[in-house]
């Protein structure tokens, strides 16, 4: 992941340190810390030190004990007294409410959008499909989540409905924190990629009902596999 140069007044980079984008330094500290447990490259169990991220960063401390501390809100780290922060493990239970909230809001979105999907909202929906399957080709897992996530998010969008999007936008920091566990749950991408063509091709017929059945059906896949290998954690 590049970055670009940037000056800022709450520390400047030294020697090795990565250096941010774009973006107001706390929003900047937070993203990347984010981004770095999204893609496990800080796998779970791993320790966050303020002074170490902030020297990493090229940051004073306090942009990091914020993110730190909003990391902590959304369910991605756990903040030990004077002992620093951990990357949460993920459970078998909090993967299958994750999944649960998102069919809901999803079939609730497909059936608000599909009524009003026109030419260049189903041209999109394409494209992003062609583009899924270019980069399940290439190996691209970072490109086929962008991707997918595209796809699905084109439908809150199309829907009408600001709360329903907004609610969305609040749960998909949980969504995104099982989106690897997902794709190993899912396994045949191919097949993963067929069921976005169905989902499609009922919206292009106006098959409002059916498209929200093919998408909860989509949805349902990680989680029945789950269960299939761990039992049922609820």
């Known amino acids: 992941m590049a970055y670009e140069s940037t000056t800022d007044t709450d520390g400047g980079a030294g020697a090795g340190a990565v250096v941010l ?57 756990t903040i ?39 030419e260049g909202g189903f041209a999109r929906l394409e494209a992003l499909i062609d583009e899924m399957g270019v980069c399940a080709e290439a190996r691209d897992v970072q490109g086929l989540f962008e991707a997918n996530a595209a796809f699905h998010e084109l439908f809150f969008e199309s829907s009408g409905n600001g709360m ?25 991408l191919q097949r993963s990629i067929s069921e976005h063509e169905a989902i499609l091709r009922a919206a292009r017929q106006r ?3 059916g498209a929200a059945q093919l998408v909860a059906e989509h949805i349902r896949v990680p989680q029945m596999r789950l269960i299939e290998e761990q039992g049922d954690p609820r």
């Open 21 to 77: 984008d774009g973006r107001t330094l706390r929003e900047r500290v937070y993203d990347y810390i984010r981004d770095e447990i999204l893609a496990e490259r800080l796998a779970p169990g791993s320790e966050l030190q303020e002074v170490a991220l902030a020297q990493s960063l090229g940051v004073s401390r306090g942009p990091v004990r914020e993110a730190l501390g909003r990391l902590e809100a959304v369910g991605l780290v």
């Open 207 to 209: 098959d409002a009902e």
């Open 164 to 188: 329903l999007q907004d609610t969305y936008r609040q749960v998909r920091v949980h969504l995104d924190r099982h989106r690897l566990r997902s794709l190993q749950l899912r396994g045949n």
């Open 80 to 118: 030990r007294p004077r002992r620093g922060a951990v990357v949460r493990s993920l459970s078998a239970r909090e993967f299958l409410e994750a999944y649960q909230l998102r069919e809901a809001l999803e079939v609730m979105a497909v059936r608000l959008a599909v009524p009003r999907l026109e």
